[in-house]
């Protein structure tokens, strides 16, 4: 009896000295690295869209943020059995959300948690130029690693996004605005997009009566605007490369415009951007060929800025039917009402 007693209470003193062993273990794993923020780490840390707790954990272990990835895992996962270890409270229920944090080792992992699930991230400053194609911008926000290319690419050319965007076209090319964003790291490319498309449809308030448009003569507008986005360097001039436009529509006149050649050749063809537009690219069987087909084409071919849609909105009156580069230096036009007269100016 005595000897049972015995074991039984050497079987708990090692239970007791294992426990209190784990207890120190876990205590000094989940510690922070570094003793006060004077001496501390200072590290940025990506959290891209769908990434999981334990890729993150692993990622601030090898940034020296933490020192047991493991057990930072299990103290986002499972903080009623891990808050004994802290004097904060962990979150009770940790969401990751995605976007750039600037993080350092004297926090604690519960102040860590905080912050990755606070969503008060840091922003990428993205500035999108006037004129560009669905293609082009998501260059530009791969290279940001804002998201993917062909993820951006694939949902602006979804018509049935489009249609859910209230746009009447098969993709929403002409509707992503350009301007400066503020985006995080790793984001979802339809939330990007539909940022882009909420911004175009704030931004045209701007511009008298556009706003107001039905959807179709709205994206007549846009497809215009498109064009003369790709063909003014003046803004002063923008409004008279309109009124040429409307007016070669009205008499049922091709537009003419080698911005459409060059949307065919890059953007549909694939190919390289030509450094001038060749008699036999003026051939080309598309529907955007402005010079094979008169009226506008099916749809945008860039992304235009206010400039280009107020002067596709609010377009002046004129007799022009043709303009034509008078100083590349200066980006200037001459506008002419003949075609005796464009021939003059060559």
């Not at 991230?121 to 082009?136: D, F, N, R, W």
């Not at 940001?144 to 489009?162: L, M, T």
């Not at 003419?256 to 069987?285: F, M, N, V, W």
């Not at 303009?323 to 003059?344: C, I, L, M, Y």
């Amino acid at each position: 009896m005595k000897k049972a007693k015995i074991i039984s209470l050497s079987i708990l003193f090692l239970f007791l000295l294992s426990a209190g062993a784990l207890f120190l273990f876990i205590k000094v794993e989940t510690s922070p690295i570094a003793s006060s923020k004077e001496n501390a780490l200072d590290i940025k840390v990506e959290v891209p869209y769908g990434e999981t707790t334990y890729s993150i954990a692993k990622k601030l272990k090898k940034s020296g943020i933490i020192r047991n990835a493991r057990l930072f895992y299990y103290s986002a996962t499972r903080s009623s059995l891990f808050n004994i270890f802290y004097r904060e409270k962990l979150p009770q229920k940790f969401v990751l959300k995605s976007g750039t944090y600037t993080l350092n080792s004297s926090m604690t992992n519960p102040q860590i948690l905080s912050v990755l699930s606070s969503g008060q991230a840091e922003y990428v400053k993205v500035s999108i130029p006037e004129g560009l194609t669905i293609s082009k911008i998501a260059a530009i926000l791969e290279e940001k690693r804002v998201c993917k290319a062909d993820d951006f690419i694939q949902i602006c050319k979804s018509e049935n996004f489009a249609r859910s965007c209230r746009i009447p076209s098969s993709t929403v090319e002409g509707y992503l605005f350009p301007d400066t964003y503020y985006l995080n790291l790793g984001m979802d490319a339809k939330k990007v997009a539909q940022i882009m498309i909420d911004t175009f449809f704030e931004k045209i308030k701007e511009v008298p009566g556009l706003a107001e448009k039905s959807q179709g003569d709205l994206n007549d507008i846009v497809i215009l605007a498109s064009i003369v986005q790709r063909e003014y360097q003046i803004d002063s001039e923008a409004a008279l490369i309109a009124s040429v436009f409307k007016n070669r529509i009205r008499q049922n006149i091709g537009l003419y415009s080698c911005a459409t050649i060059e949307y065919i050749i890059t953007e549909i063809q694939g190919k390289p951007h030509p450094g001038r537009i060749l008699i036999e690219d003026t051939k080309i069987d598309s529907p955007y060929n402005t010079y094979k087909w008169a009226g506008l084409p099916p749809s945008p071919i860039s992304n235009p800025g206010l400039v280009a849609l107020d002067a596709s909105t609010n377009t002046p009156k004129t007799s022009y039917y043709y303009f034509q580069v008078a100083d590349e230096s200066k980006g200037s036009h001459v506008f002419t009402q003949t075609f005796e007269e464009h021939k003059e100016n060559h």
